[in-house]
């Protein structure tokens, strides 16, 4: 079954930057869009990114356009997302998903705080 693996997270301040991973097993890799979630405290999942299968094709919410970046690399089975200019309203517990399947990895806590 399909197996998502999240890392990457931590605390950092305002205006630093993080880089997620997500490491995919259990289906085929390249024929999925592949999309980063996150979840405050006591707030709905929220889309955050997502990257077509070819990785030509990619979208960003609103809140972090420009900030964050979404990359993949089929070779490796992997996505990842660079978020710069971090700020507190971006702390969440950060989820990557395959679209279409309904697997959820266990996610990697960011927080950004002083």
């Known amino acids: 079954q399909a197996q998502l693996v999240e890392s990457g997270g931590g605390l950092v301040q305002p205006g630093g930057s993080l880089r997620l991973s997500c490491a995919a097993s259990?289906?085929?890799?390249?024929?999925?869009?592949m999309t980063w979630y996150r979840q405050a405290p006591g707030k709905e999942r929220e889309l955050v990114a997502s990257?077509?299968?070819?990785?030509?094709?990619?979208d960003y919410a609103d809140s972090v356009k420009g900030r964050f970046s979404i990359s993949r690399d089929n070779s490796k089975n992997t996505v990842s997302l660079q978020m710069n200019s971090l700020k507190p309203e971006d702390t969440a517990v950060y989820y990557c998903?395959?679209?279409?399947?309904?697997?959820w990895g266990q996610g990697t806590q960011v927080t950004v705080s002083s």
């Open positions: 259990g289906f085929i890799f390249r024929m999925y869009d």
């Open positions: 990257i077509s299968s070819r990785g030509d094709s990619i």
């Open positions: 998903k395959a679209r279409y399947l309904a697997y």
